[in-house]
């Protein structure tokens, strides 16, 4: 088991708040540790799980903040998995209206976290739009 102080040393404060793992990552972008001789998991998940129990079946653990490196217990919540996609699509479809328009922000109040000088937060390819397809 990994202790929280552990996973916290490898996190940096965001000037909004997250906190944000500077270890390994998924393709997609979520903090990713390893937990033992061959198995990783989430550091997300390893927080949630450590502060405020186990992550029941049928829920995940969703990024309040959209920044997947980011595992400040205030940030994430218990979701379903389609509670999870609603949130993720409209996310998407508002960074697709801000990227569309040439405005650089989102209008919708979705919170964006800054990029840290010298190391960019963004997530790194977009992915496949399972998700947004699964939604319609
Ligand atoms: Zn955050």
């Known amino acids: 088991m990994v202790s929280i102080d552990a996973l916290y040393a490898r996190t940096r404060r ?6 944000v793992w500077l270890g390994g990552r998924t393709a997609d972008g979520y903090g990713h540790v390893r937990t033992g001789p061959s198995s990783w998991d989430y ?4 927080v949630w799980a450590a502060r405020r129990g186990p992550i029941p079946a049928g829920k995940i653990i ?3 903040c959209r920044n997947r490196a ?3 217990l205030r940030h ?3 979701v379903t998995y389609s509670e999870n996609n609603l949130a993720g699509w409209i996310t998407k479809r508002a960074q697709r209206l801000a990227s569309s328009s040439g405005v650089g922000t989102t209008s919708s109040g979705t919170v964006r976290p800054a990029p840290p000088a010298g190391r960019s937060l963004q997530a790194p390819t977009p992915g496949p739009r399972l998700e947004e397809e699964a939604v319609r």
């Open 70 to 72: 980011c595992c400040e």
């Open 76 to 78: 994430i919540r218990l």
């Open 62 to 64: 969703d990024h309040r």
């Open 14 to 19: 965001a000037p909004n708040g997250c906190r």
């Open 43 to 46: 550091v997300h998940r390893l």
